[in-house]
């Protein structure tokens, strides 16, 4: 085996084959018209609707996948199929390796409990119960002992900052440290893959943004590979590892949230990230001037002659020696560079983990925020 495939089959942690589903009285035979060259409105005038198109999507181990799109365009039925909550009309969803359509029912109830489960409604939490047992309710519910169930429930608790209300019911607590008990209690499950349909949806921006943060927080420490789904095209890139662009049933575009916003596939894609807040969603590491490191051709065709030698000097240079330039992170987003370019020709240079990566490219600044046409 190739050491390609065998890495992608290694990290693919859940994976869907040529998925479609049609929603009506025979689904198996608006298929068969379907594929038989069909249109759409006859198949909708036989009382069918196609939610889900030819989806083909692998999604990696710790990563959080984001599936975006307008309402209506199949997310939740596509996040539904992945702990088979409903079966598909044609292809195949696997999760580890495991082809969900040929599992016995007791096979996946132990698959649902142990590997993939759903979070519906993060943050209705019960009022008679403690902070703690709140928390410990989803692991109560898969039969895990008292002991056991609050000792992990306190590890989520202090990951979000709630040490001290343990104790406390939810009454006692403001609104967003309620959101958080909700969030805490949807992670503290025990599966390595965790499904979220818009569990942010209905809150304010303020308490959003601070559950975003918690969640990123705990992906890192507990890597759990999350597939979240938002209809908001902010908080996909916010969060997503990688992002889905779902329309109409269709998987239109998959990739980085920088990919996405550079490079959409599609005047639709583009039209979806076209009120994105480019100063804020593109890092500076986008900007880096280009030099001969990017060069594709073998070094004895470049002609390494002509760079300055106040270009190479730069590059040989350690970050402590260029102290005396304005010295940004890669990660930072362009916002951060333009007060600065504004009002000083001085060269801003690029660092990460205290290596020195270039200098800001003012033109690729102007064209990143520009963006296409
Ligand atoms: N159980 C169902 N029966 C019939 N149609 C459905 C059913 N569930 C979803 N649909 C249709 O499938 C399409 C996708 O729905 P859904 O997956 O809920 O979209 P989203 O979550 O992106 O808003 C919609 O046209 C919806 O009306
Ligand atoms: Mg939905």
Same mark, same amino acid.
């Given at each position: 085996?190739? $050491? ?33 060259? +069909? ?59 495991? &082809?969900?359509?040929? #599992? ?19 943050f ?8 703690? &047992? ?41 609104g967003g440290m309620r959101q958080r008990?909700g969030l +805490? ?13 818009? $569990?942010?949806?209905?809150l304010?921006?303020?308490i959003?943004?601070?559950l ?21 095209? &902010? ?28 490079? $959409? ?20 590491? +986008? ?44 990660? #930072? ?29 003012? #033109? ?10």
């Amino acid at each position: 085996m190739e $050491p390609a495939t065998r890495d992608a089959l290694r990290l693919s942690i859940l994976e869907i084959r040529s998925l479609t589903t049609v929603f009506g009285p025979n689904p198996a035979r608006a298929l068969r018209s379907l594929r038989s060259g +069909a249109s759409d409105e006859q198949i909708a005038a036989s009382g069918h609707v196609i939610a889900l198109r030819d989806i083909n999507l692998r999604i990696c181990e710790g990563e959080i996948f984001v599936l975006m799109g307008p309402s209506g365009s199949g997310k939740s039925t596509l996040v539904r199929h992945c702990n088979r909550l409903i079966a598909q009309t044609d292809g195949q969803v696997l999760v580890q390796g495991l &082809d969900l359509a040929t #599992q016995s029912p007791s096979a996946l109830r132990a698959l649902r409990r142990t590997q993939i489960s759903m979070v519906f409604q993060a943050f209705g939490l019960l009022p008679h119960r403690t902070v703690l &047992d709140n928390v410990a309710f989803g692991l109560e519910l898969q039969g895990l002992a008292v002991r056991e169930r609050r000792a992990r429930a306190m590890t989520i608790i202090e990951q979000v900052g709630l040490e001290g209300w343990e104790l406390r019911m939810p009454a006692e607590l403001s609104g967003g440290m309620r959101q958080r008990v909700g969030l +805490a209690r949807a992670l503290c499950v025990e599966t390595p893959i965790v499904l979220m349909d818009e $569990p942010f949806a209905a809150l304010d921006p303020v308490i959003r943004e601070l559950l975003q943060n918690d969640l990123l927080e705990l992906q890192r420490r507990f890597g759990k590979t999350f597939v979240f789904i938002t209809h908001d095209v &902010d908080e996909a890139i916010r969060l997503g590892s990688r992002i889905g662009i779902l329309d109409k049933g269709r998987l239109l575009q998959v990739g980085t949230p920088l990919e996405i916003i550079l490079n $959409p596939v599609s005047p639709t894609v583009a039209g979806f990230v076209r009120h994105v807040n480019r100063s804020r969603a593109i890092p500076l590491s +986008a900007a880096l001037e280009p030099r001969a490191g990017d060069d594709r051709r073998p070094p004895s065709e470049r002609s390494v002659g002509n760079r300055s030698v106040e270009e190479r000097s730069v590059e040989e240079r350690s970050v402590e020696e260029r102290s005396e330039d304005l010295l940004l992170d890669a990660r #930072q987003p362009l916002e951060d560079v333009l007060p600065h370019l504004l009002v000083s020709t001085n060269r801003v240079g690029i660092q990460q983990d205290g290596q020195f990566l270039g200098l800001v490219s003012r #033109q690729r600044v102007s064209e990143l925020l520009r963006g296409p046409g």
